[in-house]
Every structure is written in C-alpha cells, then in structure tokens.
C-alpha cells in the first residue's frame, strides 16, 4: 500500500500544527527503536514499537505481554517492542513523538485523539487493510475512527454507562428524569448527610461525557451530519439547563464543579451520593462489591429522556503514517483485533465486548452487573467529534460551569459554539 494514499483536507493542517505548540510539543532526541526497524523488510527480523498508555498498571501489563508473546509465536520474524506512560501523559507524548518524527509504529489512544492525529498527517490511512475487519464493529465505534470517509484506526476497547445506585436506600432505581429528581428527592429526605445523586462538573473530559449522555437522551447533539454546530439548538440547551438544575433548583448533587466523575466512585463509597453515573472500571474504582453491608448497590439502564441513549467511551489503535513497516504494524494490529483475541482482551481487561458478534458470548452475561452494560450497547451513541479534542473539551466544560455557576444555558453555549467556530473546531474544521 502506498503510505498516506488518503489525505485530509490541507486547509485544517494549520489546527493541528497550532494543537502541537499549544500542547507544548518540542520533538528532540534520539529514537528508541531497534535499528532493524528502518527501511523495508527483505525478510530479515523486523523491530516495531508499540505504545500503550497505562500498561504498567496493576492487572494490565501481564494481559498485554501476553498477547504480545502469542504474536511474537506466530510471527517469529517480527519482534514488538511495548512502550508505555500514564494516561495522563499519553497525548502529550504521542504529540511529541510524531512532530519529531519519531512516533511509534502502533499505537492505542483516545479515539478522540483519531480527528487530530489524522489532522496532523500522522495516521496511515487503514482503508486498503481494513476494509473487512471494520464491519467487526459497532457502527457508532466505525463512524468514530472513519474521517472524511477514510478509515484512520481500529477500534480497541469501549464502554457504555449505566447507573449506580444503594439497594438499602433505593427500592427500584429510577427509570425517566423526573423519576431521577424525585428518587434523589426521597434520599435526601429519608437520610441525613447524603446527596441523593452525584455528577461531574470539573474541567475534565468525563464533564463533557457526563452532559452527553442527557444530550442524547434529550436527543440532542454537538454537531449534525454536515458537520455544522448544534449545541445551540432547543434539545442540547434544554439538555444543559436539566443537569445543571440537579445542582442550581433540586440541590439533590453536591456541588459538581468541585469533582469529575473519576471522583464519584470514592463519593459512594463514603456515603456521601446514593447514585452516579459512570462504565464498568467503577466497581473497580469503588473497591466494593455489589451485596457488600457498607453501601450495598447494583446497576441499572441510565433513566430515559426523550429516548434512551448513553454515551460510548472508547479507545482505538492506530498505525503511525512515519513507520517504516506499515505491512508488520498492520499485522500486529490484524492479530490482536481478531475475534478470539478481542475476546480474551476483553475479558482480561474487565471491559464491555466491543465487537458485535463478541457480544452474544455468554462470559460477558453471567454477571447480573457487567450484563447490563451489555444490554445498554444497543442505545449507545458515538462521542461528538471535533476537529481537536483538548480545546473542545475545555470549551464544553466552560459552559457547563458558567451555567452550574447560575448563567443563562442557552448564552452559554451560544459562546461556546462561537469558540468553536473560531478554533476551526468543528468536524469540518472550518
């Protein structure tokens, strides 16, 4: 395949330059890599990096080196290299590495960091490999990694959401939004000291999440088809004004803009909310199980608006534009994206299946709590998908906080759409 046959729009080239400095990228130093791996392959071994944020984690690395072995197995002349930082560091390394040219051969990241990437001519186009594999997926998952109809990453590992909620302070978890109030309402009253519900409003992506899932419930969105802005329509501005009233006219949360939502867990935990939002790794998070005496709990369906609707979370691998073996990168990524190999990712990972036909697999239904996000895969929508994903977030959780604050939602997101607009954020990046 001829490297970078498909190219993105010059015209957003500047975005993605101007996302580089901002984010403080300087490039400089020497390559880490096996110098086998430069130049093309004449049947010698072959050396390719592999980038995974968070693989030294507990419970992570093990999964990882593991499949990496069973593909070193079935391809002894190519040898993968695992690399890794914390999440937190994550894009701002990856943004370092390509502007200096020395990116990884395959790499796993935020599916909302594909736009940008792909921006930055950093990504292989996968169109002459993946053409079948995409159709594996969920829709949402492949409209996610596909830009300008070019198919720019895998998808890796998703999530849906569902609600947490006390079984000894809650009898049957709430089913609509006004349910919801009137649910945390109930707690408030019956018990002093707890919040009935608890959201995120903190400068976070989990901010923008967690107002996207009322969005789609209120069936709303960031942007249309076409790519042009929509969150100054009636659906998204009603939307925003509900969330926001949990805290300003219900006061059933405590106040959001002093938590994200990686922070509700430990909320629950305590005592301190009856309910939250959040995917699987939450019980992790919480450190409790389900029929445990302190706040026993279960899950359920995210209450209905207008329709039923969660947002999907996911995370996709994508092969670096600058590799010098993009046939071995795409091999890697062949190998572990395949059916079997999805599944005990999955399964290792504690993660909702990702592939359609992975989630029929009766290992992902025998426990009552992780079914249900099984069960919520049908009604999830794709994450908004700006041109850059860091100065859209920060612009979204802007205005959630200056309406949490006691601002006109609709003024809020007004501004909003205008930074956007004049960031070059939009899909389209015009």
Not at 34 to 58: C, K, L
């Amino acid at each position: 395949m001829k490297r970078g046959a498909v190219r993105m729009k010059k015209s957003w080239l500047p975005i993605a330059l101007s996302s580089m400095f901002v984010l403080g990228a300087c490039g400089g130093g020497e390559a880490d890599g096996d110098t086998s791996a430069s130049g093309e392959n004449d049947g010698e071994d072959v050396s390719i990096r592999y980038f995974h944020p968070g693989a030294d984690q507990p419970g992570t690395r093990d999964g990882i080196e593991e499949m990496i072995e069973r593909f070193e197995e079935e391809n002894p002349n190519i040898n993968v290299e695992l690399e890794t930082v914390g999440w937190g560091d994550a894009y701002q390394k990856l943004v370092t590495d390509i502007s200096s040219g020395q990116a990884p051969d395959v790499f796993f990241g935020g599916t909302r960091w594909v736009p940008a990437f792909a921006l930055m001519d950093a990504l292989l186009p996968l169109d002459d490999y993946a053409s079948d594999r995409i159709g594996l997926y969920h829709e949402p998952l492949q409209r996610n990694v596909t830009i300008n109809d070019s198919i720019y990453a895998i998808p890796r590992a998703f999530s849906t959401r569902t609600l947490i909620y006390r079984t000894d302070l809650i009898d049957e978890p709430p089913t609509t939004w006004d349910e919801l109030i009137e649910t945390a309402q109930t707690v408030q009253e019956e018990n002093e000291g707890i919040y009935g519900l608890g959201i995120s409003g903190a400068s976070h992506i989990s901010t923008v999440e967690q107002l996207m899932n009322y969005v789609y419930q209120n069936e709303g969105a960031v942007f249309n088809e076409d790519g042009d802005i929509t969150l100054t329509e009636p659906e998204f501005v009603e939307a925003l004004e509900f969330y926001a009233d949990l805290y300003r006219e219900h006061g059933v949360v405590p106040n959001p803009l002093e938590y994200n939502r990686e922070e509700l867990p430990t909320l629950f935990a305590q005592g301190r909310i009856a309910m939250y939002v959040i995917g699987p790794w939450g019980r992790n998070m919480m450190g409790l199980e389900p029929d445990n005496e302190e706040a026993p709990y279960d899950n359920a369906p995210l209450p209905e608006g207008k329709q039923m609707a969660n947002i999907f979370g996911s995370d996709s691998i994508m092969i670096s534009n600058n590799t010098d073996h993009p046939d071995e990168a795409w091999e890697f990524l062949e190998f572990i994206s395949q059916p079997e190999e999805q599944k005990l990712y999955d399964l290792d990972q504690g993660l909702v299946p990702i592939q359609i036909d992975e989630a029929e697999e009766p290992e992902f239904h025998e426990d009552p709590f992780f079914a249900t996000y099984v069960e919520s895969i049908e009604f999830g929508h794709e994450a908004p998908k700006p041109a850059a994903w860091e100065p859209f977030q920060d612009i979204i959780s802007e205005a959630v906080q200056k309406t949490l604050n006691g601002s006109d939602a609709k003024e809020a997101l007004q501004e909003a759409a205008r930074k956007i607009e004049e960031q070059g954020l939009t899909p389209s990046g015009e």
